[in-house]
């Protein structure tokens, strides 16, 4: 698999995406984060209550600087049938609660009636319990400040079918994770709907609190894969008549690294500052991270073969890579879509659970060949007595299974974060989940760049095939001689013991490839 064969992988995933962004258009015509927009949303019996959710984020607080919630426009609508219930003299026919509460007083919302059925409305015997009014949202104000959870009234009056919220801002004097609650207790409202929006602001913009870290992160691996890639194309055009094609494809994926990056922190800075996120914008950018992380995995399978190394190519082993990676592509796609294209809260949506399996398994799948491949590789460079193409393989499968130790303590420690902190209170430091894997993956494409920088020997030597012999002091010499700045080649000399020999390696290739 060739540096044309990623350039053609390329092109097929622009038509894939193309199809997958006009399909999504169809259901969301644009995506918002901190403006949380209602189209019609119809409220939900919620125990003895009408609940519809208007968002989940974290907000902080500063002093000299602004956080607010701000209602524009909201509007309720009730039907027809109880509407025409009422006179349009009379006063109040119907309240509506808008509740805005941190995550840890979550519990300062509602109260037990008579069953342990926990009550969102206050009832009759509650009113004479807990000294609630009737037909309110039951709310114990915080120990921390009396005016939280904040709670808004709103009514309709005589037979009109709706009420409207022009423009209400509730400043945030505190840092947490805000939810906010739209209720109805009184049970003629059922059938209400929703719209308007919501907007949700920071000290420092629109960006989600749990976002808000991730643009500076952005910008500082901008900077690393900027200098990765001024470092390698240094000696990549030092020795470019010496280039292989394994070399122009770590090229491609460094420069696709860079790239990611950059439009990562342009889509961010566009979004904290209009507080908006156009669909067909972040989709580019997510399908840019999918193909980056499809041909990142495939550039490590293809090495551990022996690509560019041992074998000039993968032999029949090309159109199941290609495939492998064109299905990762897919499943990567799909959860990234659903993880940042529309997102509206600091909370994840359950759909992205069940994305998350095949994903998953093609990346267990993906270790596996890797390092079954790995192995076999290493067994042949033992055989052939290539010693010094061994040291670079020993090596790189070292760093293989510390990343992937790494990657297990990480998912372990994932899941227990998010396991002991159902209610997203720790969401100022759950930006480093994410940071985590890009860290990783820059790591592992430096330890390559190292491994397999260009040097002036690497066309010569890289399909050497020395059979029983060692290679010599002088000649051990010569290969690392090319390397600069202390690097390890790709260089070996090539021995060859006649036709006979060639042969015998060409059918060791082949029964190599039908074995894989």
């Known amino acids: ?58 907000i902080a607080a500063r002093p000299h600087a602004t956080s607010y919630i701000r209602f524009d426009n909201v509007t309720f609508w009730r039907t027809k049938a109880v509407a025409e219930e009422h006179s349009n003299m009379e006063h109040s026919t119907g309240l509506v609660q808008v509740v805005i509460f941190e995550a840890a007083d979550r519990n300062d919302i509602g109260g037990s009636a008579y069953g342990g059925q926990r009550s969102i409305c206050c009832t009759p015997d509650l009113a004479k319990l807990e000294g609630c009014r009737q037909g309110e949202v039951i709310r114990i104000p915080s120990a921390s400040d009396v005016n939280w959870p904040f709670v808004l009234n709103f009514q309709f009056s005589g037979n009109y079918l709706s009420v409207n919220i022009r423009r209400e801002e509730v400043p945030i004097t505190k840092t947490g994770m805000y939810n906010l609650f739209f209720i109805a207790c009184d049970p003629k409202l059922k059938g209400l709907i929703m719209s308007g929006r919501t907007v949700w602001k920071n000290p420092d913009g629109y960006l989600p609190g749990r976002m808000a870290p991730l643009m500076k992160f952005y910008v500082y691996m901008s900077f690393a894969y900027l200098l990765l890639l001024s470092i390698w194309f240094v000696q990549y055009m030092r020795f470019w008549r010496d280039i292989l094609q394994l070399q122009h494809c770590i090229t491609a994926v460094i420069a696709l690294g860079l790239f990611e990056m950059v439009l990562w922190y342009s889509e961010y800075a566009n979004f904290n500052s209009m507080g908006v996120r156009p669909v067909v914008i972040t989709t580019w950018v997510v399908t840019i991270g999918a193909v980056r992380k499809m041909l990142s995995r495939l550039l490590v399978l293809s090495i551990s073969m022996g690509y560019g190394v041992v074998r000039p190519t993968l032999g029949g082993l090309t159109s199941k890579v290609l495939l492998l990676g064109f299905t990762y592509f897919l499943a990567s796609e799909l959860l990234d879509i659903t993880e940042y294209v529309g997102t509206i809260n600091d909370v994840s949506g359950r759909a992205r659970l069940f994305l998350v399996l095949p994903d998953a398994l093609l990346d267990a799948f ?127 000399k090539k021995e060859r013991n006649g036709e006979s020999t060639g042969a015998l390696n060409d059918d060791d290739e082949t029964q190599e490839d039908k074995r894989e």
């Open 366 to 492: 993906l270790v596996l060949w890797i390092f079954t491949s790995l192995s076999r590789t290493l067994e042949q460079l033992q055989v052939k007595r290539s010693t010094v193409k061994l040291e670079i393989y020993r090596k790189f499968s070292n760093v293989l299974v510390s990343t992937v130790i790494a990657s297990v303590a990480w998912i372990t420690y994932e899941v227990y974060f998010k396991a002991t902190d159902p209610f997203n209170e720790r969401w100022q430091s759950a930006w480093i989940i994410t940071a985590f894997w890009d860290i990783l993956t820059f790591v592992l494409l430096c330890v390559i760049c190292y491994l397999w920088a260009p040097s002036q020997n690497s066309q010569r030597y890289a399909y050497s095939d020395e059979i029983g012999e060692e290679l010599d002091d002088e000649e051990a010499q010569s290969l690392t001689s090319g390397k600069v700045d202390g690097h390890i080649g790709l260089v070996e």
């Open 1 to 58: 698999m060739g540096f044309l064969a990623f350039i053609s992988i390329f092109k097929s995933l622009i038509i894939s995406n193309w199809i997958i962004i006009l399909t999504y258009s169809l259901v969301v015509s644009f995506a918002n984060a901190s403006i949380h927009i209602y189209r019609n949303e119809a409220f939900k019996e919620v125990g003895n209550s009408y609940l519809l959710s208007g968002g989940s984020e974290g």
